[in-house]
């Protein structure tokens, strides 16, 4: 396992500040010693994110420039909603967007996108809305097969959002290159923030220990550093289970920061790095080696 940084981390910056470009981003985390990014690509309709184009060979010269500064892109973030039905054609469209960004991904050599499932529409049936999400994934698995890269699927969006039904909708569409993106926070807001419950935290762990063994990339929210230095919603013990359970789990690749606090995203990332680092050593070496972290690779 090793620490990495999800672009999001400058997301005003990139839209406060036009002479901030990923070549920035990337220049920026890599001084900091960081060996691994995510990059947010935009969604359907034109918006690029952070990339600033999509056009196959910029993408690449991205993937390059990263590569050139020592860093590994993990994966493309990718925004998508299989369960739009106010505008069919918007919804159709996110699913043609996950199987170009699947091609791109295997062209440059990156081994994951960031998969959303899609949003509950108010009045819609929650059935139909499951349906139709299964359906889209299983309509880009042959894509990502033939690219050689994983849909890295987050418990992000509002359909499938809990580890059980994530788990079921695995087993439905039964690819193993649908694989999870954990990220543990985003099942409690009151964890993130350290307010929360035993029993709430409970959950949240809980929750990485069922998806963790279908993982090929993670998140990992940092809020801020506390005054006795550590992550803030975590502290020592939390941190120390959560990299417990990826390691028994046999994930070995990215913990992408994801910096969503006030305070400076370059400084409390570099002294989350030291915190994450030293949890992972303390950790130990896998137990057993994960299928997946050899079928994560382009090729494998």
């Avoid at 359907?44 to 952070?50: I, K, M, N, V, Y």
């Avoid at 791109?104 to 899609?118: F, S």
């Avoid at 994530?166 to 993106?181: D, E, F, K, S």
């Avoid at 809980?206 to 940092?222: C, D, F, N, Y």
Wanted: proline letters at 3%; a negative charge; one cysteine or more.
């Amino acid at each position: 396992m090793r620490a990495g940084v999800h672009s999001w981390s400058f997301n005003k910056r990139f839209h406060g500040d036009q002479s901030f470009g990923i070549r920035d981003f990337i220049a920026a985390v890599a001084d900091l010693g960081f060996t691994g990014v995510e990059l947010l690509t935009g969604k359907a309709g034109g918006d690029t994110g952070h990339l600033g184009s999509a056009e196959p060979r910029a993408v690449e010269a991205i993937v390059r420039f990263a590569e050139s500064r020592g860093v590994r892109v993990d994966s493309f973030s990718t925004y998508n909603d299989f369960a739009y039905v106010p505008d069919e054609a918007w919804r159709l469209a996110n699913i043609a967007y996950i199987k170009d960004w699947l091609a791109l991904a295997g062209a440059c050599g990156v081994a994951n996108i960031r998969m959303l499932t899609g949003y509950h529409v108010r009045g819609a049936s929650q059935v139909r809305l499951q349906q139709l999400t299964l359906d889209g994934i299983r309509e880009c698995a042959p894509h990502a097969e033939r690219a050689g890269v994983n849909m890295a699927l987050e418990n992000h969006s509002s359909v499938f959002l809990e580890a059980e039904d994530i788990l079921w909708l695995l087993a439905q569409v039964g690819n193993a290159r649908l694989t999870t993106c954990p990220d543990p926070t985003n099942w409690s807001a009151a964890m993130l923030a350290g307010t929360a419950d035993a029993a709430e935290r409970e959950l949240v762990f809980r929750g990485v220990e069922l998806i963790a063994p279908r993982a090929t990339q993670s998140h990992l929210k940092i809020a801020g550093i506390t005054a006795d230095g550590h992550l803030q919603g975590f502290g020592a013990d939390g941190l120390a289970r959560l990299i417990g359970i990826y390691r028994d789990a046999g994930y070995d690749g990215a913990l992408a920061f994801e910096h969503v606090g006030p305070g400076d995203a370059l400084g409390e990332l570099a002294l989350a790095k030291g915190i994450v680092e030293r949890a992972i050593a303390a950790a130990g070496a896998l137990p057993h080696s994960s299928p997946l972290a050899t079928a994560a690779r382009p090729g494998a």
